[in-house]
């Protein structure tokens, strides 16, 4: 038995035959029951979120001003009160400390998703700037071609509610290492080549044991796979941006140990 929500706003119970699904759809339901509880208190985040000038001000960069801040506020929701909790209690004491606290979480989640908004915006221009500049020389377009579509890929306009927030925290990073990618391409071709034939060792793998997922794969296969990308996103700022420190300790062993344990995995 899981709570559920349903487009009425109401919390209704409701049998699944898997308990994976059943979890996931228990922790949407104590959600919505939280928000269904407090609407006054979750009123007042909305306002809160659509005061933002600076979210209005990236929000074209991505699904656009009222989804964009739509989605900051169920990046809020699932973030702080998306639980897996089954007892009253449990319930109450949540309610005590981070409903009370809601005012405080919304404006260090906006700020989270405003940095990391002008961060993507600086790469965006730089690399669209670079890549005018050098339109004539086919090999450097063509680089930076790709890191214009990495970047694109790596923060889709849904990534709000695509990532959690301890993600979200992370993807700063990966941002700084693509636009230092691309000012390194420019200025040295040929010495940022031979570090792309070390990468492509392993976005082929990646690109090998994501085809490899169906919807029968176990969860623990899909879990490694996710882990496995991000992994690599890591590598790529010890290869190409050893000025930013790596989020987790990263090598080519790692990576090769990783991939080895997906190729068992169901």
Same mark, same amino acid.
């Given at each position: 038995?899981?709570?559920?929500?349903?487009?009425? #706003?109401?919390?209704?119970?409701?049998?699944?035959?898997?308990?994976?699904?059943?979890?996931?759809?228990?922790?949407?339901?104590?959600?919505?029951?939280?928000?269904?509880?407090?609407?006054?208190?979750?009123?007042?985040?909305?306002?809160?979120?659509?005061?933002?000038?600076?979210?209005?001000?990236?929000?074209?960069?991505?699904?656009?001003?009222?989804?964009f801040?739509?989605?900051?506020?169920?990046?809020?929701? &699932?973030?702080?009160?998306?639980?897996?909790?089954?007892?009253?209690?449990?319930?109450?004491?949540?309610? #005590?400390?981070?409903?009370?606290?809601?005012?405080?979480?919304?404006q260090?989640?906006?700020?989270?998703?405003?940095?990391?908004?002008?961060?993507?915006?600086?790469?965006?221009?730089?690399?669209?700037?670079?890549?005018?500049?050098?339109?004539?020389?086919?090999?450097?377009?063509?680089?930076?071609?790709r890191?214009?579509?990495?970047?694109?890929?790596?923060?889709? &306009?849904?990534?709000?509610?695509?990532?959690?927030?301890?993600?979200?925290?992370?993807?700063? &990073?990966?941002?700084?290492?693509?636009?230092?990618?691309a000012?390194?391409?420019?200025?040295?071709?040929?010495?940022?080549?031979? #570090?792309?034939?070390?990468?492509? #060792?392993?976005?082929?793998?990646?690109?090998?044991?994501?085809?490899?997922?169906?919807?029968?794969?176990?969860?623990?296969?899909?879990k &490694?796979?996710?882990?496995?990308?991000?992994?690599?996103?890591?590598?790529?700022?010890?290869?190409?941006?050893?000025?930013?420190?790596?989020?987790v300790?990263?090598?080519?062993?790692?990576?090769?140990?990783?991939?080895?344990?997906?190729?068992?995995?169901?």
């Open positions: 038995k899981v709570l559920v929500k349903d487009r009425r #706003k109401t919390v209704d119970i409701k049998l699944f035959r898997s308990g994976e699904k059943a979890r996931n759809e228990h922790i949407q339901g104590v959600k919505q029951l939280f928000f269904a509880a407090f609407p006054e208190e979750f009123k007042a985040l909305k306002k809160d979120i659509n005061r933002s000038a600076q979210l209005r001000k990236i929000a074209p960069s991505f699904s656009g001003q009222t989804q801040q739509d989605d900051v506020f169920e990046l809020i929701l &699932s973030a702080n009160f998306g639980k897996d909790i089954r007892r009253q209690n449990e319930f109450e004491q949540i309610s #005590k400390t981070l409903v009370k606290q809601l005012y405080q979480i919304g260090d989640t906006v700020k989270v998703v405003e940095d990391l908004g002008l961060t993507y915006q600086k790469c965006f221009e730089q690399i669209q700037r670079l890549s005018f500049i050098n339109q004539k020389k086919n090999k450097t377009f063509d680089h930076l071609t890191l214009f579509n990495e970047l694109k890929s790596l923060i889709p &306009s849904n990534f709000c509610t695509l990532y959690s927030f301890d993600r979200i925290k992370t993807l700063p &990073s990966y941002i700084n290492c693509l636009e230092i990618r000012k390194k391409i420019v200025e040295n071709p040929l010495k940022e080549e031979k #570090k792309l034939q070390q990468l492509s #060792k392993y976005t082929r793998q990646l690109e090998s044991v994501l085809s490899s997922l169906s919807e029968n794969s176990s969860a623990e296969k899909a &490694s796979v996710e882990d496995l990308f991000w992994l690599i996103e890591e590598y790529k700022i010890s290869l190409f941006a050893q000025q930013l420190k790596t989020n300790k990263i090598s080519s062993q790692k990576l090769d140990k990783l991939i080895t344990r997906i190729s068992t995995m169901i």
